[in-house]
């Protein structure tokens, strides 16, 4: 069987454990044959502790021209997400991207551009997607059964960091770095699973707050209400800080209530759909029938696996993708609105005017300190960087 010639930009955490899976056999469409790092630790450890026989690059460029590989997975911190998946696109070399699709829409839309004009097929690592619990939530609402969403609430406050998370990188937590905090670094998934279920909101109004829970930049406490074109309205609530988080996501429809949480789905279902019980009961204190339903669903749920073999059966027979990477910019966009919302301290619509938040976030990185805290470091490379003093500042060692 003929397989597809992989190379990795970024051996950091995500770039070693995708070559680990590559190297194992559970991609068995792909073989890996080269890998790009522009620091030479993290090239020594390829050679010595995954294969020998991979051909190792010190930078993303020479290996793209090197003729070896037809695919390329890019692992390497967000501002430089764009910048390699274009550079991927003008030698028509397919494309897997890390999350989150970039750090700012308009940065991203321009790679999105650059793969219309490509022949490569490209997908971004959205693995929450293959999660029975929310593809049977999409699957729910999507039918249309239960009518229109009239109220969504996220709160996913279980991604707790100590500050040690914090000091492990230069990059972690600052703007010129990272670009934002929890929402562009833990919540990516959770954005674009909001979205995907839910469809784009209209308006929001975010609450950020900026180094509440540990000493760094940027936000580890974020509370947004949101707006839909339908009327309903949405709460998103997530943390770095809770020590003993949540992960509850909550959907009122016209004709049901379903709750994703604790790895099961649960289903209230309403005899009469509420508009129709509203308009027609005569009781001032009425309620409606209901009966509880905990919801059956595949149990397959395949993460980075099957994203990863999902875009070999796509490149190999045309087969679809768990998410396209153009649909990367959905849940940036949301994560972008709310970061505008808090720099302005109102509501913003969406779209967003990127031209506007980029100004913004810009004006962040200008400010943006160089941590002197940090207990492990990687090499500092900013020189072979262009570009702004974020794109500068990004390093390839991530671990998110």
Same mark, same amino acid.
């Given at each position: ?9 970024g051996?950091g955490n ?13 991609c ?5 044959c ?7 630790? $993290? ?19 020479? #290996?793209?021209?090197?003729g ?22 003008? $030698?028509?070399?397919?494309? #897997? ?11 991203v ?41 009239? $109220? ?10 100590p ?44 609450h950020?707050?900026?180094?509440k ?16 074109? !339908? ?19 909550? #959907? ?53 696996t099957?994203?990863?073999n ?19 910019i ?25 031209e ?5 976030? #810009? ?9 002197? !805290?940090?207990?492990?470091v ?14 500068k ?8």
């Open positions: 069987m003929n397989r597809i010639k992989l190379g990795i930009i051996l995500m770039g070693t454990n995708h070559a680990k899976k590559i190297l194992s056999g559970k068995p469409d792909f073989e890996l080269a890998v790009a790092d522009i620091n030479p630790d $993290r090239l020594d450890f390829c050679r010595k502790e995954l294969s020998d026989k991979i051909k190792c690059f010190p930078t993303a460029e020479e #290996m793209l021209d090197s070896l590989i037809e695919a390329c997975l890019i692992a390497v911190p967000h501002y430089d997400h764009p910048k390699y998946a274009i550079e991927c696109f003008e $030698r028509n070399i397919h494309v #897997m991207l890390e999350k989150p699709a970039g750090v700012y829409t308009k940065q839309r321009e790679m999105n551009e650059a793969a219309d004009k490509s022949s490569a097929v490209f997908g971004v690592m959205f693995n929450q997607r293959t999660n029975h619990i929310y593809r049977k939530m999409k699957e729910i609402v999507d039918s249309g059964k239960y009518g229109q969403i009239r $109220r969504t609430n996220w709160i996913i406050t279980n991604w707790y960091r500050q040690a998370y914090f000091d492990s990188g230069d990059w972690r937590a600052t703007w010129s770095g990272e670009g934002g905090g929890v929402l562009l670094n833990q919540c990516p998934h959770q954005l674009d699973l909001w979205q995907w279920i839910c469809k784009m909101p209209k308006r929001v109004e975010a950020l707050l900026y180094g829970w540990h000493d760094i930049e940027v936000e580890d406490d974020v509370s947004v209400y949101a707006e839909y074109e !339908n009327g309903a309205t949405g709460v998103f609530i997530t943390s770095t800080g809770d020590p003993c988080g949540t992960n509850r996501f909550e #959907m009122q429809l016209d004709r049901a209530k379903i709750i994703a949480e604790n790895d099961k789905l649960e289903l209230f279902e309403l005899k009469t759909a509420e508009p129709e019980f509203s308009k027609t009961n005569k009781d001032p204190f009425g309620q409606i029938e209901s009966r509880y339903i905990e919801v059956e669903t595949d149990g397959k749920n395949e993460q980075h099957g994203v990863i999902a875009w070999g059966r796509a490149i190999l027979k045309g087969e679809p993708l768990v998410a396209d990477g153009r649909e990367g959905n849940g940036l966009m949301l994560s972008n609105a709310m970061h505008l919302s808090s720099f302005l301290g109102k509501a913003v619509e969406i779209p967003i005017d990127e506007l938040y980029y100004n913004e976030l #810009m004006k962040k990185v200008a400010s943006s300190k160089k941590k002197t !805290n940090v207990t492990q990687v090499a500092d490379t900013s020189s072979t960087y262009g570009g702004t003093s974020a794109e500042n990004s390093h390839w060692n991530t671990n998110w």
